[in-house]
């Protein structure tokens, strides 16, 4: 946890500075950059919850790992509304 906080300002910096570069329309490219603003956009995706939490007492250490498979999905996007349908896939 505490390599996030140190690895936090940087992400930050990088984030700000990203932003600031493409602030004007007059500077996008349009070979690279599209706009998808009126336009349905779909995905296929797969997923999976990697968070767990541990606790450490002077007695007992306890870890709890997410009860979750591994999720094939499909999603769409339209504006900025987004709707995510995963299903467990069973090996």
């Known amino acids: 946890m505490t390599s996030?906080?140190?690895?936090?300002?940087?992400l930050l910096v990088m984030g700000t500075g990203?932003?600031?570069a493409h602030s004007s329309r007059s500077e996008i490219d349009t070979s690279y950059i599209s706009s998808y603003v009126r336009k349905l956009t779909g995905r296929v995706y797969m997923s999976q919850k990697y968070?767990?939490?541990r606790m450490n007492n002077s007695r007992m250490r306890?870890?709890?790992k997410p009860n979750t498979s591994l999720n094939l999905g499909?999603?769409?996007?339209y504006e900025s509304l987004t709707l995510n349908l995963p299903t467990a896939l069973i090996f």
Do not use: C, D, N
Request: positive net charge; without cysteine; hydrophobic residues 50%.
């Open 18 to 20: 990203s932003v600031e």
């Open 62 to 64: 306890l870890t709890y």
């Open 74 to 77: 499909v999603g769409a996007t």
């Open 51 to 53: 968070s767990r939490l």
């Open 4 to 10: 996030f906080f140190k690895l936090l300002p940087v």
